[in-house]
């Protein structure tokens, strides 16, 4: 009898240590990654050109409602679909940005935080294995490339149109896994 109940609670303490909502980088380090990611975006906006004359005719619906589809999700939904928008953002951002006025060393520490975010978070995902992709996101983030990058040249003005897209998921993406650090 003992032996069952020390068994159970060796469990439990497995089970939780790997829980998404026990995970310690998320805990102690993904607020200060975060905060440093949204600070490189900004510092690109200090060095661009920031004239996008043709932002009405290049741009791309923001996915609202996968947002709210996903703030609906279990722990490990959210998680998953963070570390999507992340790996989406550094492919987006590892496209020829040589008409972008942003110091190439700002672009390699951006996208090393947004990497390590993402490897990490990743790493607090229980089934990793089994960890399902959004097909919707992965195409808004194809139809970003297409239709403001691609068409726009990868201009300077495209860039900065991307730098502010972008901005907005980090921003989102933060308050998800805010909500499962504020729901302890």
Known sequence: MLNRIFFACVFLGVFC????LNCRWMDHKFRQYSKNSLDLLDMM???STNSTEDEEQHTVAFPHHLYTQVSKATA????AFTVQILKEVCALFEEDDSS???QEITV???LNVVNKQADELHSCIETQGQMKKSTKLHMYFKRLSNEILKKMGHSAEAWELIRREIKVHLLRADQLVSSLLTSK
Request: hydrophobic share 30%; aromatic share 12%; charged share 20%.
């Open 45 to 47: 906006a200090n060095n």
């Open 100 to 102: 972008s006025s942003w």
């Open 17 to 20: 240590a790997c829980s998404p």
């Open 108 to 110: 390699e520490h951006f």
């Open 76 to 79: 490990e939904g959210k998680l």
